[in-house]
C-alpha cells in the first residue's frame, strides 16, 4: 500500500491509500469518495503531465507519499 497527497491549491489536500497496481482511474475514484466531487470531474497532474485514466500507478512511478495536482473540470 502506497499514500498519495492530492492538493488542489484551494485548500483541500486529501491524502489517498491505495497500491500501485491500481490505475489512474481508481484513484480517481478514491479521491471523489473523500471529496464528494464526481471522478469523471477530477484531472490528476504533476508538472504538465496530465494523467490517463487506464494507466497503473507504478506504470507513472507513482511512489509512497508523493503529491499530485488536482484540478477540477
Request: glycine share 6%.
Amino acid at each position: 500500500m502506497i499514500e498519495v497527497v492530492c492538493n488542489d491549491r484551494l485548500g483541500k489536500k486529501v491524502r489517498v491509500k491505495c497500491n500501485p497496481e491500481d490505475t489512474i482511474g481508481d484513484l480517481k475514484k478514491l479521491i471523489s469518495a473523500q471529496t464528494g466531487t464526481h471522478y469523471n470531474k477530477i484531472v490528476l497532474k504533476k508538472w504538465y503531465t496530465i494523467f490517463k485514466d487506464h494507466v497503473s500507478l507504478d506504470d507513472y512511478e507513482i511512489h509512497d507519499g508523493m503529491n499530485l495536482e488536482l484540478y477540477y473540470q
